[in-house]
């Protein structure tokens, strides 16, 4: 089955900072999503890539696929308290009709 | 339009009861998926529906069961529970295939165990 690995597990940075979550998959890419996931609460849709070197963004998180390296990266540019969260990738399983999902990256934006 | 609503928001139950948890999901959406997740396992794939049939299921015992209805409203049942059962179960819609659409979730149902 696909294994999908985030880094860094946690995360903490002084708002106004950058920051990049990786996602890296044990199989090839065919379809990746960004969730972000409030404490407790239910996931939140950010992004769907699904072509090698594909870039979206929205508002301030960007998130690319690199499917030569069956990795995916999310940046959040000058971050704010309200990025604070769980984020998590999900990628098509082989049977098509469930995602996996990475662990998730625990992410604190302090003032 | 609405999201997809889930109930209960809470749950506590003991050992060896049964649970039934309801998913609601988004007006046209066919395709209602259902995850666990725990601290220590993550989120888990527990079952697919799309139109009342059962696509696919994740690794989990015979205890979790589910079903869909005509209106595409889903329900996940658990029975002889397991202190293991504790967990948050969300529910996602989707419009067709899950894997290849957008999926919405719920807020969840935290289910406690005692």
């Known amino acids: 089955s696909q294994e999908l690995e985030q880094s860094p597990q946690s995360l903490i940075v002084q708002e106004g900072k950058n920051l990049t979550i990786n996602c890296t998959s044990s199989k090839t890419l065919y379809g990746l999503y960004w969730y972000k996931q409030k404490y407790g609460e239910g996931l939140i849709f950010l992004m769907m890539l699904q072509k090698g070197g594909e870039e979206k963004s929205h508002e301030k998180i960007t998130a690319k696929l690199d499917e030569k390296k069956q990795q995916s990266s999310l940046h959040i540019t000058a971050s704010q308290p309200s990025h604070a969260g769980i984020y998590l990738c999900g990628a098509d399983r082989d049977s098509g009709y469930e995602l996996n999902f990475g662990k998730g990256t625990s992410l604190l934006v302090t003032p | 339009k609405a999201g997809v609503t889930q109930t209960p928001r809470y749950l506590i139950k003991t050992r060896g009861q049964q649970v039934t948890l309801s998913c609601s999901p988004i007006?046209?959406?066919?395709?209602v998926s259902w995850y666990q997740q725990t601290p220590g396992q993550g989120l888990q794939f527990l079952f697919e529906y799309f139109s009342e049939t059962q696509r696919n299921k994740g690794n989990f015992p015979g205890r979790f069961s589910g079903r869909q209805f005509s209106n595409s409203r889903s329900e996940m049942n658990v029975s002889t529970l397991e202190l293991g059962d504790s967990a948050l179960y969300l529910c996602?819609?989707?419009?067709?295939?899950?894997?290849?659409?957008?999926?919405?979730f719920g807020p969840g149902t935290r289910l406690t165990v005692l």
């Open positions: 996602a819609s989707s419009i067709g295939q899950a894997s290849y659409n957008e999926q919405f």
């Open positions: 007006s046209g959406h066919r395709s």
